[in-house]
């Protein structure tokens, strides 16, 4: 008998938060509302849909395979190259998570993607999840094929609104524009068309509660369906999400609304638009973690406490810029020496010390975010696109982008910034395909212009992580006046933007008898323009207050792959892609712009096999690559730095049948910062472990000493907080009554947690389980969260601050979820 494998297989916060269940009632209400009035109007003006291509065999064919979770590469995936071909066809290594293996497996941020994806661990950057580390490097994040802007840890990205995420390993396509060399995730959002293109027959749709551990409280509601519009088939995607939730951590609390529509108009049959957007307005705080860093800290929570002398002379409870510098400014309080080793005791001021040294041991709980710090950001992204089908395999697309971010940070520690920032993009891609006796070949022509506005400014001159004693909280000695506060005061501040005009073309031969080879190439000019606003500065610009420059690059890529027997596919791919060094706020300062040096490339050598077995329920892949910038004069070392990356990675996927579902992964890569090693040092501040020859760490805690770390040799410029070999195993099973069980392995290396590499950060192993069960239209699941409760740590910023500052994550935690679906 045929059928198809479709198997559905986180308190102490000091300020407690008003609830916002109205918000959550409304949101619930609103989607079922319009269910109500979508029904009958498809009902009363439609015709009778053709049967989805998704949908259920009839009884005398074949089997269909899709897989348990629908986790198998099997569906077209045009993320990668811009065809339509399966993961399994494309020459690249990569990896696509759909959104019942997040839902399963209790995916609630993108550290919890390591586990269903090689390749993809992530240091913290400052406790917000914004885009994955990808091979050992900030990654970006596409929306349905669009470069989004840079979210370092500005927000946390919305997994749970994705109907699958792509992880692409690798700087992208051509077709795709300018990018980074490790590779981005690609967020496919929910939809009003099936598998296949069809749009839905009917309504439908869910609500879902989720509550646990440290007042986690989050609701979601999805409706989706068919409409008769102006005599045109319309169908539309619905999606709201509202969580209020407290912290395992101290004063930290997140209130997040997330709101997505998308609507697509077969206005004829040659023509049809798909438009629609995502709203997300995040409300909550950084985690820069544990401050005072020592092995013992690591090893046993022994940590220094005692407080500095306060410079708070006029009484106002906050240390300003101008009582700092009274006090002996930066000299004072950010000594410097070329060698961690040139500091002793002797070189430190009275005001660094602290003046009741002791120890304690310190709770995970404790952090450097502080009951007034806060991380607000609100993210506008809209599409608009237009597609003509001209018959005999012709289609003109044109796609109209925009992305958005109102970002404001302030971190009572010396630190703020904010961003008023946003993109637009339109694309038009020609695409035509040529079928001939000895094989198929596609071909697409893409022009694009893309404009950037950003303003930008941050806080960084007097932050000093150390004065504040965890086990006590904040007091007029550790707590400074932000810029953010006064309006004065930025280090940078920044206004400008910036027009890149490209032109791509790609060409996909597929040969019948087995070869499949895939050449593209790109040009891109770009243009900016950028000022400084010295009149909200601290210090006026030593260089170039305004100016304006342009560069231009050219990308290229060639893959070839082959289809052997026994289901395997050897690759390689050769490809250099240009890409843009801009900021955490999408700024390029003045002399950058002036000099031109904002653009640069990356080159990827990439070789693997991919196979298919067991009727197509049984996928490995295997990849080896050597990826590197090819300029490392200029990096961002927040979002874009030189590096170069060598590894290898495996996946496995195995559909036993339609109950078990069994995956596997194997990360083994190096990450060297090339900048550093060309210069054979590295500016970075120092922590307790790094100052050898001083005798009395309770001496430096008033500040903040930095210099040169050496790097020697290319070892010692490897990325830090990285390991070097990650394993991961999943495994479901949902049984007939609709019981599920799923487990998720995670295995990780130690690692240092800064680039002078003093402090060690132990390996771990992180065991997430769960169960659920489903009855008629409801559902019921429970996650647990770090099983076993082990005691880990993940690096923050490694380059400049690893030594210091390290995140104490979080123990064992619960999750449970009732869905109800209509």
Not at 135 to 145: A, Q, Y
């Amino acid at each position: 008998m045929a059928q198809t494998y479709l198997l559905g297989f986180r308190n102490d916060s000091a300020a407690r938060h008003r609830r916002t269940y109205t918000s959550l009632t409304a949101l619930a209400a609103a989607l079922l509302s319009c269910q109500a009035v979508a029904a009958p109007a498809w009902a009363a003006d439609a015709p009778a849909p053709a049967p989805a291509p998704d949908a259920a065999p009839d009884e005398d064919k074949d089997i269909v395979v899709t897989g348990a979770l629908n986790a198998l590469p099997n569906q077209d995936v045009s993320s990668i190259f811009g065809f339509n071909k399966s993961v399994l066809e494309t020459p690249r290594s990569v990896s696509t998570i759909s959104s019942e293996q997040m839902e399963r497996y209790g995916v609630t941020d993108i550290y919890d993607l390591v586990a269903q994806s090689p390749g993809t661990f992530t240091n913290s950057f400052f406790g917000v999840g914004g885009a994955l580390d990808i091979r050992g490097t900030p990654g970006e994040v596409f929306f349905r094929g669009m470069r989004r802007l840079d979210n370092p840890g500005n927000y946390p990205t919305p997994i749970a609104a994705a109907d699958r995420i792509d992880i692409v390993r690798g700087p992208s396509s051509p077709i795709y524009g300018p990018s980074k060399t490790g590779g981005y995730m690609n967020f496919v959002p929910k939809s009003a068309r099936v598998k296949g293109g069809a749009l839905l027959d009917h309504a439908e749709g869910q609500l879902s509660y989720t509550g646990g551990s440290w007042s986690y409280n989050d609701i979601k509601a999805e409706l989706r369906g068919p409409l008769r519009f102006g005599g045109t088939e319309f169908g539309y995607s619905l999606y709201g999400e509202v969580e209020d939730s407290g912290s395992y951590y101290r004063n930290m609390s997140t209130r997040n609304v997330v709101l997505q529509a998308a609507f697509d108009n077969q206005i004829t049959d040659s023509l049809r638009v798909e438009f629609g957007g995502m709203y997300q307005k995040y409300d909550g705080q950084q985690n820069g973690g544990w401050n005072r860093l020592t092995q013992a800290l690591v090893d046993n929570g022994t940590y220094i406490t005692g407080t500095p002398v306060s410079l708070d002379t006029n009484g106002d409870g906050q240390m300003s810029p101008a009582e700092i510098k009274a006090a002996g400014g930066t000299g004072v309080f950010n000594p410097f020496r070329p060698s961690p080793t040139m500091f002793t005791d002797a070189s430190f001021s009275p005001l660094l010390a602290l003046t009741n040294p002791g120890t304690t041991t310190l709770s995970r709980k404790d952090v450097l975010t502080g009951p007034n710090d806060f991380l607000k950001n609100k993210q506008s992204t809209g599409y608009f696109d237009i597609i003509w089908d001209g018959g005999n395999d012709l289609e003109i697309k044109n796609q109209l982008f925009y992305d958005g971010t109102r970002n404001k940070n302030n971190n009572d520690y010396g630190f703020s910034q904010f961003h008023q920032s946003y993109v637009i993009e339109d694309k038009i891609v020609a695409a035509k395909t040529f079928k001939t006796d000895i094989g198929k070949f596609g071909l697409q022509l893409s022009p694009s212009i893309r404009y950037t506005h950003f303003l930008h400014g941050d806080d960084f001159t007097y932050e000093y992580f150390h004065r504040v004693d965890l086990s006590q909280g904040y007091t007029p000695a550790s707590n400074r006046l932000l810029s953010n506060e006064c309006g004065c005061d930025y280090t940078n501040y920044i206004k400008g933007h910036s027009t890149d005009y490209g032109f791509a073309g790609l060409l996909d031969a597929d040969f019948d008898f087995g070869l499949d080879v895939i050449l593209g190439g790109r040009y891109d000019k770009v243009d900016v323009t950028s000022s400084y606003n010295p009149s909200k500065m601290e210090f006026a610009p030593s260089d170039a207050v305004s100016g304006s420059g342009s560069n231009d690059g050219w990308s290229w890529n060639a893959s070839v792959s082959y289809k052997l027997p026994f289901g395997l596919i050897p690759y390689g791919t050769i490809s250099r892609q240009t890409t843009i060094i801009a900021g955490q706020g999408s700024e390029i300062d003045p002399d950058t712009a002036i000099a031109g040096t904002f653009m640069t490339a990356s080159k990827l050598y990439e070789g693997g096999i991919k196979g298919s077995w067991l009727g197509g329920r049984l996928y490995g892949a295997l990849s080896v690559y050597n990826q590197e910038r090819v300029d490392h004069n200029i990096q961002s070392s927040t979002v874009n730095q030189s590096v170069q990356t060598k590894g290898i990675e495996a996946e496995m996927r195995w559909s036993v049948d339609k109950h078990l579902l069994l995956t596997g992964s194997y990360t083994h890569l190096k990450v060297y910062n090339l900048t550093f090693f060309d210069a054979g040092s590295t500016f970075s501040f120092f922590g307790v472990g790094d100052l050898t020859n001083v005798t009395n760490p309770a001496l430096i805690f008033g500040g903040q000493p930095g210099g040169f770390v050496s790097i020697p040799d290319k070892e010692a410029s490897r990325r830090q907080g990285i390991p070097t070999n990650t394993y991961t195993a999943t495994g479901t099973y949902k049984f007939d009554n609709g019981v599920a069980f799923n487990a998720s392995l995670v295995h990780v290396d130690s690692v240092f947690s800064g680039q002078s590499r003093t402090v060690k950060l132990p390996e771990y192993t992180l065991l997430d389980i769960g169960a659920s069960y489903e009855t008629g239209p409801f559902l019921f699941r429970v996650i647990v969260k770090n099983a076993t409760d082990a005691t880990y740590y993940r690096a923050n910023f490694t380059e400049l601050f690893g030594g210091t500052i390290v995140l104490p994550e979080r123990p064992r935690s619960f999750q449970a979820t009732i869905q109800y679906k209509f």
